[in-house]
């Protein structure tokens, strides 16, 4: 049988990251390629710098 568990806090499932100016440029710091910049909805859950050769994702601070 599972147990349910009750928190009293609700648990967040969206990290805060930073989120860079729409018109940012960065270059991929792993091949130096351009990053696509991720539009900030709510419902995604992802990182906002997106390399679309190494397949990553970065947060701004990574970059």
Do not use: H
Not at 27 to 54: D, I
């Amino acid at each position: 049988m599972e147990e349910k568990i009750k928190t009293n806090t609700s648990i967040k499932f969206k990290p805060d990251y930073r989120w860079p100016a729409e018109r940012s440029n960065k270059n991929c710091p792993k091949c130096n390629t351009p990053l696509t910049l991720n539009e900030n909805r709510p419902e995604y859950m992802g990182k906002p710098w997106w390399c679309n050769v190494c397949k990553w994702q970065f947060s701004d601070e990574e970059v």
